[in-house]
């Protein structure tokens, strides 16, 4: 094997286009891997873990482009280095040579769009303000995809919005559905009389796909950003998308999901909800649940669904139990099936809420948790790129996805870490998120299957599916490909970490 570098100083391209050309090479005949990346910190520590850094790497910044190839033989490398300029510019003619307009100023396109009512922003963050606010001054509500906005930035943005009547949904806020309609990482849901506010992203697609296959429909899902419920942000618009929930006549039903927020935010809240006459479901992901409350993404969802119909909901902890011990007689036939030594657990999360549920499951079943985003009882990784014991990874953290794609859509970096995940001695069971819909990877059984039909043999692969049959990539599909490849597929993302969970209970690792 022959490794090839290149490092072009200040060559910048998005990481769409990055992904699809790292895939290409390493596609190509008698390569046996490649990345094209820029030169951040964690890409470089990626690249090392890999064996793809090059010294001429070692000095590169953020605004570099770094070209690394693994090839069979050094002319395999060569043409495939020869091949680069090709793959980087053949996007942009793509782009150029479509016949759809593209307006490049708010201006323009609301000449073309005059009917629009709503603004997705998804710019570099330093400039996502003053879009923002250009839209908020049209009279547009605003979602705010970018992150990296400044917390002043945002707080004057949804104050602004607030005396005008408007929402702004964000900074970093990855999901929405609003008339039916989704928004930028966000599943294709059957309408209905359940109304969300959720400040956690992929809790939302969980929630909202859970109520809509199950037989109920969502009214609107409005997403906050997860800045919106801490002390300085004030939970504005939380606040101002729960009126606006119990104003909507198609809302019958309001549900709530976020992390804990700051006490004064959550008295905020309460008090408007106590004003209002319609039921109201709330899940404070991690926070102790009071009046026999929903403790799980899809406890709290399925209680929306009957309280949907009004139908009582102290039979749901019964069915939620029967199933629970179903999983537990599961784990106890996979634990069987583990080698001596295997006992450990490795969550690999492109969901930043499913991290966090992992790890708040895990505190009453395993010890010894580490995440490189702890919550909880769990303990920071010493380094993200190398698990302790019961590791915990939200791999669509900043530290990940600055310069490269954000893990729904490139599966690269998770399915490199599977297969260094199950070649440890001491892995017993890799946990896994899917996440369909709009945004996320549009054949993602594609890139798992093969991966998990590689180590299904040597531990015990557990995932959940985020998604609905009318998603692009079809659920069921997905599911029956990765069962068909191995893996255990769950209804939710709390049944497949009560598996994991017990799984190494019975391994012997609590």
Same mark, same amino acid.
């Given at each position: 094997?022959?490794?090839?570098?290149?490092?072009?100083?200040?060559?910048? +391209?998005?990481?769409?286009?990055?992904?699809?050309?790292?895939?290409?090479?390493?596609?190509?005949?008698?390569?046996?891997?490649?990345?094209?990346?820029?030169?951040?910190?964690?890409?470089?520590?990626?690249?090392?873990?890999?064996?793809?850094?090059?010294?001429?790497?070692?000095?590169?910044?953020?605004?570099?482009?770094?070209?690394?190839?693994?090839?069979?033989? /050094?002319?395999?490398?060569?043409?495939?280095?020869? *091949?680069?300029?090709?793959?980087?510019?053949?996007?942009?003619?793509?782009?150029?040579?479509?016949?759809?307009?593209?307006?490049?100023?708010?201006?323009?396109?609301? @000449?073309?769009?005059?009917?629009?009512?709503?603004?997705?922003?998804?710019?570099?963050?330093?400039?996502?303000?003053?879009?923002?606010?250009? /839209? !908020?001054?049209?009279?547009?509500?605003?979602?705010? +995809?970018?992150?990296?906005? *400044? !917390?002043?930035?945002?707080?004057?943005?949804?104050?602004?919005?607030?005396?005008?009547?408007?929402?702004?949904?964000?900074?970093?806020?990855?999901?929405?559905?609003?008339?039916?309609?989704?928004?930028?990482?966000?599943?294709?849901?059957?309408?209905?009389?359940?109304?969300?506010?959720?400040?956690?992203?992929?809790?939302?697609?969980?929630?909202?796909?859970?109520?809509?296959? *199950?037989?109920?429909?969502?009214?609107?899902?409005?997403?906050?950003?997860?800045?919106?419920?801490?002390? @300085?942000?004030?939970?504005?618009?939380?606040?101002? /998308?729960?009126?606006?929930?119990?104003?909507?006549?198609?809302?019958?039903?309001?549900?709530?999901?976020?992390?804990?927020?700051?006490?004064?935010?959550? &008295?905020?809240?309460?008090?408007?909800?106590?004003?209002?006459?319609?039921?109201?479901?709330?899940?404070?992901?991690?926070?102790?649940?009071?009046?026999?409350?929903?403790?799980?993404?899809?406890? /709290?969802?399925?209680?929306?669904?009957?309280?949907?119909?009004? @139908?009582?909901?102290?039979?749901?902890?019964?069915?939620?139990?029967?199933?629970?011990?179903?999983?537990?007689?599961?784990?106890?036939?996979?634990?069987?099936?583990?080698?001596?030594?295997?006992?450990? #657990?490795?969550?690999?999360?492109?969901?930043?809420?499913?991290?966090?549920?992992?790890? =708040?499951? +895990?505190?009453?079943?395993?010890?010894?948790?580490?995440?490189?985003?702890?919550?909880?009882?769990?303990?920071?990784?010493?380094?993200?790129?190398?698990?302790?014991?019961?590791?915990?990874?939200?791999?669509?953290?900043?530290?990940?996805?600055?310069?490269?794609?954000?893990?729904? =859509?490139?599966?690269?970096?998770?399915?490199?870490?599977? !297969? @260094?995940?199950?070649?440890?001695?001491?892995?017993?069971?890799?946990? !896994?998120?899917?996440?369909?819909?709009?945004?996320?990877?549009?054949?993602?059984?594609?890139?798992?299957?093969?991966?998990?039909?590689?180590?299904?043999?040597?531990?015990?692969?557990?995932? *959940?599916?985020?998604?609905?049959?009318?998603?692009?990539?079809?659920?069921?599909?997905?599911?029956?490909?990765?069962?068909?490849?191995?893996? =255990? #597929?769950?209804?939710?993302? &709390?049944?497949?970490?009560?598996?994991?969970?017990?799984?190494?209970?019975?391994?012997?690792?609590?």
């Amino acid at each position: 094997m022959i490794v090839l570098g290149q490092l072009r100083k200040g060559a910048y +391209f998005d990481s769409i286009t990055l992904m699809q050309c790292g895939k290409e090479i390493t596609a190509m005949p008698g390569i046996a891997d490649a990345a094209v990346v820029m030169g951040t910190k964690s890409n470089k520590a990626i690249l090392h873990s890999s064996g793809l850094l090059v010294p001429e790497f070692t000095g590169a910044g953020d605004t570099d482009l770094l070209i690394a190839i693994k090839g069979e033989s /050094a002319k395999a490398a060569e043409t495939a280095l020869g *091949s680069v300029d090709g793959l980087l510019k053949r996007p942009v003619q793509k782009t150029r040579s479509g016949g759809e307009p593209h307006p490049v100023s708010l201006e323009r396109a609301l @000449e073309v769009l005059p009917g629009a009512n709503l603004a997705l922003i998804s710019v570099a963050g330093r400039y996502a303000g003053n879009e923002a606010m250009r /839209a !908020l001054e049209h009279g547009l509500q605003v979602m705010i +995809f970018s992150d990296n906005v *400044s !917390l002043k930035e945002e707080i004057r943005l949804k104050k602004y919005a607030r005396k005008r009547g408007l929402l702004v949904m964000g900074p970093d806020c990855g999901t929405a559905i609003i008339n039916g309609v989704p928004l930028a990482f966000a599943n294709v849901v059957d309408r209905g009389n359940i109304g969300i506010v959720a400040a956690a992203g992929t809790g939302l697609q969980e929630v909202s796909c859970i109520i809509s296959n *199950s037989g109920a429909g969502v009214s609107q899902a409005i997403g906050t950003g997860g800045r919106e419920v801490k002390r @300085e942000v004030g939970g504005i618009m939380f606040v101002e /998308a729960v009126k606006a929930l119990a104003d909507d006549a198609n809302t019958r039903v309001i549900l709530l999901i976020s992390k804990p927020p700051d006490k004064e935010v959550l &008295a905020r809240i309460t008090r408007v909800i106590k004003g209002i006459h319609k039921p109201v479901v709330t899940l404070l992901i991690g926070a102790k649940t009071k009046d026999g409350g929903p403790s799980t993404l899809e406890e /709290a969802a399925l209680t929306a669904v009957a309280m949907s119909r009004g @139908e009582e909901t102290h039979h749901l902890r019964q069915q939620i139990a029967a199933r629970d011990a179903k999983i537990l007689e599961t784990a106890k036939r996979e634990s069987q099936e583990r080698m001596k030594g295997q006992k450990y #657990v490795r969550g690999l999360f492109s969901g930043g809420t499913f991290c966090a549920e992992a790890q =708040i499951l +895990f505190r009453e079943m395993i010890s010894n948790v580490y995440s490189n985003a702890p919550t909880g009882a769990s303990r920071p990784l010493k380094e993200s790129l190398k698990s302790q014991k019961n590791s915990v990874i939200d791999l669509g953290e900043d530290e990940f996805t600055v310069g490269r794609p954000h893990p729904m =859509i490139d599966y690269s970096l998770r399915n490199r870490r599977i !297969l @260094e995940e199950a070649a440890d001695p001491e892995t017993a069971v890799i946990l !896994l998120d899917v996440v369909l819909g709009h945004g996320s990877h549009p054949d993602p059984a594609s890139e798992l299957s093969p991966i998990i039909r590689e180590v299904s043999k040597q531990v015990t692969v557990v995932c *959940s599916i985020t998604g609905t049959d009318r998603d692009p990539q079809n659920r069921g599909a997905v599911e029956r490909r990765l069962k068909g490849a191995g893996a =255990i #597929v769950m209804p939710s993302n &709390a049944a497949a970490c009560k598996l994991a969970g017990y799984i190494i209970q019975h391994r012997g690792s609590k």
